[in-house]
């Protein structure tokens, strides 16, 4: 049976072109499954997938449910299980699916939290100095409000990714779909300081990392490194709000929005694939218009 689990990753990573985090969860979460029936009794697992039944589903649903799983986990592992038996359905493997119109748990959907274009000024601004690490944060920052990057998307940019001639970087998102994004002028200044006299000081001479931001031992940026960085500016300027790795992506996306931006330039730029996922931003612009309406209409 672990085979054929096996195959289903080698096809998201070969047909779909999942990334290798996606690729993990995935491998986690129906491996976590398979346990599960492992547990159950000897009858199940020894003749295969077929033997699955959607009582086995909902019983493992269950389980998490029992083990206190936030609904979201639980959602994103039978959506894996789903997903696999559909696989193993268009493989010929089962003749048919027994997840086949279950309903997956619903996830409230929560807004993105965006801080305040004032709050984004004093992050930009709180890194101080020409220490070379000082003009890399000084960069990243810029960069990830001038673009809306992903962290992973970010850490994974090469030198090689920025064309200062035109202003642009190149990314590659989810699906290894190539976007090439514009940089406002004050964040492509900060990040050609970096390259040229930032960068240079963090790697070591013989070394012919591409990488563009790198840390203190001249090797790629790590996410969890980026993290530490932003949760050390947000210290310094005094930022209350609630902060995590991709607020400045949100907030990129609801300034734009509030600026006059289209729903559908800013879909691109963020990489969406549908753009409903893009839309919940607009609900965020919708709470602040309405705050300025009650702040501001006399009769408010």
């Not at 959607?54 to 299980?81: C, Q, W």
């Not at 390259?195 to 012919?208: A, C, I, T, W």
């Not at 790629?220 to 310094?236: A, D, P």
Request: proline share 4%.
């Amino acid at each position: 049976m672990q085979e054929q689990i096996q195959a289903f990753l080698d096809f998201l990573i070969a047909e779909r072109l999942y990334s290798d985090n996606t690729v993990s969860a995935y491998k986690n979460d129906l491996n976590q499954f398979y346990q599960y029936l492992l547990g159950l009794d000897a009858s199940v697992t020894p003749r295969g997938w077929g033997n699955v039944t959607r009582d086995h589903i909902l019983g493992y649903m269950l389980e998490m449910k029992e083990r206190e799983y936030a609904t979201s986990t639980t959602a994103r592992k039978i959506a894996a299980v789903k997903s696999f038996f559909n696989f193993l359905k268009g493989q010929g493997i089962i003749r048919s699916s027994p997840a086949s119109n279950m309903d997956s748990p619903k996830v409230e959907k929560h807004l993105p939290s965006a801080i305040s274009h004032e709050e984004v000024e004093r992050l930009l601004a709180a890194p101080q100095g020409t220490a070379p690490s000082v003009r890399r944060d000084r960069a990243i920052l810029e960069v990830l409000y001038a673009t809306g990057l992903r962290v992973s998307e970010l850490v994974s940019l090469n030198v090689a990714d920025v064309d200062f001639e035109s202003g642009t970087v190149r990314c590659l998102g989810k699906g290894n779909k190539e976007r090439i994004l514009p940089i406002y002028e004050q964040a492509l200044a900060n990040l050609r300081l970096y390259v040229e006299q930032g960068r240079p000081k963090l790697l070591s001479p013989e070394d012919q990392e591409p990488a563009l931001f790198l840390n203190r031992r001249g090797k790629r940026l790590t996410r969890q490194g980026l993290w530490l960085i932003i949760k050390r500016y947000v210290g310094r300027a005094d930022i209350q709000s609630s902060v995590t790795p991709h607020t400045l992506r949100h907030s990129f996306a609801t300034h734009m929005l509030r600026g006059g931006a289209g729903l559908r330039e800013v879909q691109q730029m963020l990489g969406h694939a549908s753009i409903s996922t893009t839309q919940v931003y607009t609900q965020v612009s919708k709470e602040h218009l309405r705050e300025v309406y009650d702040e501001t209409h006399p009769r408010a």
